[in-house]
């Protein structure tokens, strides 16, 4: 069996000895008891760092899960880094949670903390999704907010995303900035766990009000959804957050006819209707799905636990129910509202879209048919609230999206926000059915207008310390080693985002990429394909993303074309592999 290595025994003897409760020193010692070498060296190996999502991990006693201890370390390097920025200031943070096991447990020890240090706090009384929270920071004036919540990861995650001032998710330098302060401190004894009652203040309802007002005021087509009122929208919150907006946006917007999935409509932090509670995945969808059948719903809507990410499902022109994938919704939103934009003669030149790298090439090309600027960014909704932060004042940010079912439609909020979205997708919907048409012929016509494009993704699960150094290995050897041809065509040009720079494979040549570092490579091919590889920062994978795209002349050439295009991404992802 393999030893554990000094410093990860260090950190384990330091959790036994120090100041923790007795019963997480119970669940190590019975670990230790038990020689579980893999389980006490994935628990303690490191501590829990800030990735795209910010910290996210297995709850479980350890430097590398979490706990109290690991959120209470957290918000007192937080704590310090706004104390050491914002020194003379008055200093106040929002706190919100989801439906999480422990989430609320969590969120109370972040807010004693944050209190403890003299910082005030606007603190969510109940559940709320996280784009409110992200409204509320710029609402209230804040310089930080934290939201406690895993996304859509499996029951046994928890998390916490942190906030800057401007409501957006930190991003480089103040990331690292604030992971310095955590790992100064050595001993949780430096944390300052002692809640002070007159630090903390109660938020709910008026926030909600203002922020669903704020939403409201965005809709692009009223008269078409006055019309369509009662279009059928069949709603499942997955046991999260959304249940306590989502209904209530479409009510504001107009929609009368909504039908909740009863099973999945209550809070519920073991998500006991899915394996997993994402709106990515089709089985989290069978039951909205079902119930669309039983009605014959017009739209399925379905968010994740902590409401910024929202799946959706369309009738087929064979009455079959499918699901749509985040680039298909994605561009068929920004079409349409951009569309919507142009009618009401909105678009005066100063307007900009965007998304991520390894979102679809279809929302560019939208955007340029419609001379609307366009931008991409690294992966992670943080990147595009850190654009749309940068642009205030200057340019007007319409929409933006990526591929993993996360938009936002207007400048509320500076995060991806299922709760506008799955309003504007409701609009969006109104506004072709009071045409004519549905939405998912809407989708074959966009692609008929721009080009069929089409994407997948492949995701490898490497877990723990192993995992990561086999997922690192896979990087350099793609790094060192790029493949000559994918797909049948030629790889062309090299992106290596971790590098910043592009390399043109024929000639040799290589030019600076402007974008932050990042752990990104791309391969794109001369026939125009696009494969992209990444290391997730929230969850122990490696993804492949690939795209590749095809003129379709008619809505009849569709199922034709896009069994092609499928073809085509499997022999890509076959050299890849190989």
Known sequence: MQAIDQSTQATINQWLNGNY?????????????????????????????????????????????????????????????????YSGEKISVAIAHDSRNNSDFFAKITADVFSANGIHVYFFSALRPTPELSFAVRHFGCKSGVMLTASHNPKEYNGYKAYGADGGQFTSPDDKLVIDEVNKITSIDEVKFNRVEENIELIGEDVDQLYLDGITA???????????HDLKIVYSPIHGTGITLVPKALEQFGFTNVTLVEEQSKPDGNFPTVVYPNPEEKEA??????????????????????????????????????????????????????????????LTGNEFVVSTIVTTSLIKAICDAKNVEYFNTLTGFKWIGQIITQLQGKKTFIAGGEESYGYLIGDL?????????????????????????????ALLDMYVEYGLYKEDLVSLTKKGKTGAEEIKAMMEKFRNNPPASLGGSKVSVLKDYELSQE??????????????????????????SIVSARP???????????????????????????????????????????
């Open 218 to 228: 965005l809709s692009l087509s009223p008269d078409a959804i006055k019309r369509q």
């Open 503 to 528: 390399t043109d494979l024929a000639t040799g040549k290589v030019s600076k990429l402007d974008y932050p570092t990042s752990d990104v490579l791309q391969f794109i091919t001369e026939d125009g």
């Open 285 to 346: 969808l069978t039951l909205a799905m079902n119930k669309a059948k039983e009605i014959d719903a017009d739209l399925v809507l379905a968010t994740d636990p902590d409401a910024d990410r929202v799946g959706i499902a369309v009738k087929d022109n064979d009455g079959e129910w499918v699901l749509l994938n985040g680039n298909q919704t994605g561009s068929l939103l920004i079409n349409y509202i951009l569309t919507a934009w142009q009618e009401n003669g909105k």
């Open 413 to 441: 909020v500076r995060d991806k926000d299922a709760v506008v979205s799955a309003a504007f997708i409701a609009e969006m919907t109104a506004y072709y059915k009071d045409k004519g048409a549905s939405l998912y012929n």
């Open 536 to 578: 997730s920062g929230t969850e122990p994978k490696i993804k492949f993303y690939c795209s590749v795209n095809a003129a379709l002349a008619d809505r009849k050439d569709f199922k034709a074309v896009n069994e092609q295009l499928g073809d085509k991404i499997k022999s890509v992802m076959a050299d890849l592999q190989a």
């Open 21 to 85: 409760d007795e019963n997480t020193k119970a669940e190590i010692q019975a670990l230790v008891d038990k020689d579980a070498t893999t389980e006490l060296t994935d628990a303690f190996y490191k501590s829990l760092e800030f990735g795209t999502g910010g910290l996210r991990g297995i709850m479980g006693a350890g430097s590398n899960r979490v706990n109290k201890y690991t959120i209470g370390t957290a918000t007192q390097g937080l704590a310090n880094y706004l104390n050491q920025k």
